[in-house]
T-cell receptor
Framework: RKEVEQDPGPFNVPEGATVAFNCTYSNSASQSFFWYRQDCRKEPKLLMSVYSSGNEDGRFTAQLNRASQYISLLIRDSKLSDSATYLCAVNTGTGGFKTIFGAGTRLFVKA | NAGVTQTPKFRILKIGQSMTLQCTQDMNHNYMYWYRQDPGMGLKLIYYSVGAGITDKGEVPNGYNVSRSTTEDFPLRLELAAPSQTSVYFC?????????????FGAGTRLSVL
């Protein structure tokens, strides 16, 4: 089993749709969690951190379920500009060198 | 507002050649990382550094070397390039403190070994 797993997609959704991605992790001692966005042929950029209580940033909501060992990302009212690959990242210890990245989920938002 | 800068952006190597991928950051971050990203495979950590003079192996270090003589620079050396090293290489950095696990990436170097 991979340490961090994501559904590769692609997810094809119309503008205005709500779409959700899940990411599962195997190390129950994992401490911090993130979603990164990666545009085609570009570098990953932090989208948001994921907190135990869940957090929201505009149209984006991230949640953590420690019992089931997954994190989720919900995008409401999808825009064309949301088309990208979304990487989840899980820290298994202290320090960025303990980060495990998922392979990413591709999202295409169509007009 | 440069952040993390990588050079070159693209490179084609012949099998057996060597090269250095350059990475510099101007954010005074202590931690720096080198990743490779193969299609559909996610990011794999090659080497990392927690400060000047300190480096350590990541998940896939074979065929690579690094050095960290200054806080700003973290070059990655490929010796005797092989086709298996064809990939996109990303350098990243992160600060100390509460944000230490948040990484800032350079634009990447696309390397082909033929």
């Amino acid at each position: 089993r991979k340490e961090v797993e994501q559904d590769p997609g692609p997810f094809n959704v119309p503008e205005g749709a709500t779409v959700a991605f899940n990411c599962t992790y195997s190390n129950s001692a994992s401490q911090s969690f993130f979603w990164y966005r990666q545009d085609c042929r570009k570098e990953p950029k932090l989208l948001m951190s994921v907190y135990s209580s869940g957090n929201e940033d505009g149209r984006f909501t991230a949640q953590l379920n420690r019992a089931s060992q997954y994190i989720s990302l919900l995008i409401r009212d999808s825009k064309l500009s949301d088309s990208a690959t979304y990487l989840c990242a899980v820290n298994t210890g202290t320090g960025g060198f303990k980060t495990i990245f998922g392979a990413g989920t591709r999202l295409f938002v169509k007009a | 507002n440069a952040g993390v800068t990588q050079t070159p952006k693209f490179r084609i190597l012949k099998i057996g050649q060597s090269m250095t991928l350059q990475c510099t950051q101007d954010m005074n971050h202590n931690y720096m990382y080198w990743y490779r990203q193969d299609p559909g495979m996610g990011l794999k950590l090659i080497y990392y550094s927690v400060g000047a003079g300190i480096t350590d192996k990541g998940e896939v270090p074979n065929g690579y070397n690094v050095s960290r003589s200054t806080t700003e620079d973290f070059p990655l050396r490929l010796e005797l390039a092989a086709p298996s090293q064809t990939s996109v290489y990303f350098c990243a950095s992160s600060p100390r403190g509460v944000a230490k696990n948040i990484q800032y990436f350079g634009a990447g170097t696309r390397l082909s070994v033929l």
